[in-house]
């Protein structure tokens, strides 16, 4: 789907952070990581981690629908724990409590990870891709709470490549705050209000030094490369400590049911 006329390997990866880690360290060019779903919101991992690796960078977005199963062996009456990203744990919730609502629910660090504790009594979240890749039984299908469930990824490369992905219809940055007082965070929307640039996205995480301090991520709409994109971000930078830009990108809604984590893939 995603390097259809490419030769590529692909490299399996335990965790967001991890997978982000390796492209920063060189050890891979490219790779998906998911930044956002449509019922629990942000993955935390993704944003902060792009915060600690400055040369990351968004090449494309992609919005996925998730149908999520419930794969293990046995039968859906021995089952006591369930294992799974805490994202799919959230979005299974209320099935959970219906089928399983006796059974512990024990967080991973991705879904596929979850698929390696799959034993007598145990069974995990993940995808039917998962289950067929690793010739696992599904017990249930499509568990996830909302029919309309999607999560949007991230295509990302450590150094800027000219992946020929198509025009930038979205501009995602990352900033932080001169000082903590009314008024600062003022500054740099009203910039946006008076250049009528539409902001599609706004999402505060802490700094992890100080508390009540935050480093704020905005999606814009339009591409960083043409104006008032451009000028705008040089007025942003002038009114902010930081400001970084994570990329500029395209934005591929893709009609074929995703994972919380698909692999790396190392481009050559």
């Not at 490219?30 to 935390?44: F, I, M």
């Not at 698929?115 to 993940?126: E, K, M, N």
Request: proline residues 6%.
């Amino acid at each position: 789907m995603l390097f259809e006329n490419s030769d590529v390997e692909l490299v399996a990866h335990p965790s967001i952070q991890g997978t982000l880690h390796a492209i920063g360290a060189g050890r891979v060019e490219c790779a998906v990581v998911p930044v956002e779903n449509s019922v629990e919101g942000t993955v935390p991992a993704t944003l902060d981690t792009f915060w600690l690796l400055p040369s990351l960078r968004v090449e494309q977005a992609l919005i996925l629908p998730v149908r999520h199963c419930l794969i293990g062996r046995g039968t859906l009456g021995e089952i006591n724990t369930v294992y799974s990203h805490p994202q799919a744990l959230a979005q299974c919730q209320g099935w959970l409590e219906e089928h399983l609502g006796k059974a512990d629910r024990l967080p991973t660090a991705s879904t596929v990870q979850a698929l390696s504790h799959i034993g007598p009594g145990a069974a995990a979240i993940a995808s039917e891709r998962a289950a067929d890749l690793h010739s696992l039984p599904v017990l249930a299908r499509t568990i996830n709470d909302h029919g309309d469930n999607c999560t949007r990824f991230w295509l990302v490369t450590g150094e800027h490549l000219a992946l020929g992905r198509g025009v930038s219809t979205r501009t995602s940055i990352a900033f932080s705050l001169k000082q903590n007082c009314p008024g600062a965070l003022l500054g740099v929307l009203a910039i946006l209000s008076e250049q009528n640039i539409n902001l599609a996205k706004i999402e505060s995480r802490p700094t992890k030094k100080v508390i009540g301090e935050y480093l704020f991520f905005a999606d814009l709409e339009g591409d960083a490369e043409q104006e008032p994109i451009t000028s705008v971000l040089r007025r942003i930078g002038a009114c902010v400590a930081e400001l970084r830009l994570l990329g500029s990108y395209p934005v591929l809604q893709v009609p074929v049911a995703g994972s919380l984590d698909p692999p790396q893939a190392r481009c050559s």
